[in-house]
Nanobody, 115 residues
């Protein structure tokens, strides 16, 4: 199974910013869609953002204009830049790599937005 390694979670005040990173293998990164998902306590996991190998992006409505997903092909890394964070963004954030057949998940990183 492909390995996805995340970093960048932490504690931030409302209105602040964080950048999450997810690094995987070149073979996966080249052909897979990369995405960020989140799950808050007692809630279903939801897709926050995704980016295809060709650079097409998609965002959850509640994060549009605040979050940006991008990929660095040289380092096999996908990023989630999170600006103007709100308390309701608090969740465990998971990196995912998928195609039509396979799906791989990172271990998750905690993001807490609190004053």
């Amino acid at each position: 199974q492909a390995q996805l390694v995340e970093s960048g979670g932490g504690l931030v005040q409302p209105g602040g910013s964080l950048r999450l990173s997810c690094t995987t293998s070149q073979s996966v990164f080249r052909l897979y869609t990369m995405g960020w998902y989140r799950q808050a306590p007692g809630k279903q996991r939801e897709r926050v953002a995704a980016i295809t190998s060709g650079g097409i992006t998609n965002y959850l409505d509640s994060v549009k204009g605040r979050f940006t997903i991008s990929r660095d092909n040289a380092n096999n890394t996908v990023y989630l830049q999170m600006n103007n964070l709100k308390t309701e963004d608090t969740a465990v954030y998971y990196c995912r790599a998928n195609n039509l057949i396979y799906s791989y998940w990172g271990q998750g990183t905690q993001v807490t937005v609190s004053s």
